[in-house]
């Protein structure tokens, strides 16, 4: 995976998207999950810890106003194969515990398994109505929460026999109950 960041105007009715730089979703100084989590405030925070970012605001806190976190999900079948997944970055839902914390990511699919031979990556345009949303996924940071300030390095496991993310019943029930409230049938 690619993480990029993109300046998105309204055009015409479309969104353009124009690459900036590459950004960081991992990484205790430079990831945008930890840095929100500074600029939310630790202050009486602890282990375990149910927390909640959200991506824009987050993202144009640390850049420019109308800067989108974009995920390119597959950059190896973009290089070679023409098909782009990208994906902005909506939400990022946490659970905060022994040292490790799991994350549900709330996503926008841009440009969805999307054949296209002439796109330029760095600046697009799509139609805002064919976008497919919410998607979710989750993820692991080697990292927490411990006396009020970021602990651990905040980036993914390692390679390993399994990077499957685990949720014990609390998380899990604390994942479905964000994800049951983001979809559009419980709004």
């Given at each position: 995976?690619?993480?990029?960041?993109?300046?998105?105007?309204?055009?015409?009715?479309?969104?353009?998207?124009?690459?900036?730089?590459?950004?960081?979703?991992?990484?205790?100084?430079?990831?945008?999950?930890?840095?929100?989590?500074?600029?939310?405030g630790?202050?009486?925070?602890?282990?375990p810890?149910?927390?909640?970012?959200?991506?824009?605001?987050?993202?144009?806190?640390?850049?420019?106003?109308?800067?989108?976190?974009?995920?390119d999900?597959?950059?190896?079948?973009?290089?070679?194969?023409?098909?782009?997944?990208?994906?902005?970055?909506?939400?990022?839902?946490?659970?905060?515990?022994?040292?490790?914390?799991?994350?549900?990511?709330?996503?926008?699919?841009?440009?969805?398994?999307?054949?296209a031979?002439?796109?330029?990556?760095?600046?697009?345009?799509?139609?805002?109505?064919?976008?497919?949303?919410?998607?979710?996924?989750?993820?692991?940071?080697?990292?927490?929460?411990?006396?009020?300030?970021?602990?651990?390095?905040?980036?993914?496991?390692?390679?390993?026999?399994?990077?499957?993310?685990?949720?014990?019943?609390?998380?899990?029930?604390?994942?479905?109950?964000?994800?049951?409230?983001?979809?559009?049938?419980?709004?």
């Open positions: 995976m690619a993480y990029l960041l993109y300046n998105r105007t309204h055009e015409d009715g479309n969104w353009r998207f124009t690459s900036k730089r590459q950004g960081f979703l991992y990484g205790c100084r430079v990831g945008i999950v930890a840095n929100a989590l500074r600029e939310q630790l202050a009486g925070k602890q282990e810890w149910e927390w909640h970012i959200q991506a824009s605001e987050a993202v144009q806190q640390l850049n420019a106003p109308g800067d989108v976190f974009v995920i999900l597959k950059p190896n079948q973009r290089i070679k194969n023409k098909k782009f997944s990208f994906y902005e970055l909506l939400d990022v839902w946490g659970y905060s515990a022994n040292g490790w914390t799991s994350a549900l990511l709330r996503l926008r699919g841009l440009l969805v398994d999307d054949y031979p002439t796109r330029d990556c760095n600046d697009f345009t799509i139609n805002p109505e064919k976008v497919e949303e919410p998607i979710f996924t989750f993820v692991y940071f080697s990292g927490s929460i411990e006396n009020e300030k970021i602990k651990g390095k905040w980036l993914p496991t390692g390679p390993a026999s399994s990077n499957a993310v685990l949720l014990w019943p609390e998380v899990a029930e604390y994942f479905a109950d964000t994800i049951k409230a983001q979809l559009p049938s419980s709004s």
